[in-house]
């Protein structure tokens, strides 16, 4: 007869919460994925953003990569020059997301390599 109780046969407590850390970091790259993909939707890469309704232009101008798409398209391809408000505001923005990710990465670095 075979035991069907033997140590074989049961998940030790580390092996679940590897288990359990794998299926939650799939879980967060996976909205993470989706979160950039709505990004890049969301920025004019495909559209000009003469094309936003005016009431739109703050929440637009909250995108970091706004500002350099609109200088690009406007150094390449000619036509008007993205308003100078505009890319302060992205500038600001991508300023306080860079200084966030470094205080955080600094405060977490002595821990970093041991979690990954």
């Given at each position: 007869m075979v035991s069907h109780d033997t140590k074989e046969n049961q998940l030790t407590l580390d092996e679940?919460?590897?288990?359990?850390?794998?299926?939650?970091?799939?879980?967060?790259?996976?909205?993470?994925?989706?979160?950039?993909?709505?990004?890049?939707?969301?920025?004019?890469?495909?559209?000009?953003?003469?094309?936003?309704?005016?009431?739109?232009?703050?929440?637009?101008?909250?995108?970091?990569?706004?500002?350099?798409?609109d200088t690009s398209r406007w150094a390449f391809a000619g036509g008007h020059p993205p308003a100078a408000a505009a890319a302060i505001v992205s500038t600001l923005v991508a300023m306080v997301l860079w200084l966030s990710g470094y205080w955080y990465f600094r405060r977490s670095e002595a821990t970093f390599a041991d979690v990954v």
């Open positions: 679940r919460r590897i288990a359990m850390s794998t299926y939650i970091a799939v879980i967060y790259i996976s909205f993470l994925v989706f979160l950039v993909t709505i990004w890049m939707f969301l920025s004019p890469v495909v559209y000009p953003s003469s094309l936003l309704p005016q009431k739109y232009s703050f929440l637009y101008a909250l995108n970091p990569i706004g500002a350099v798409i």
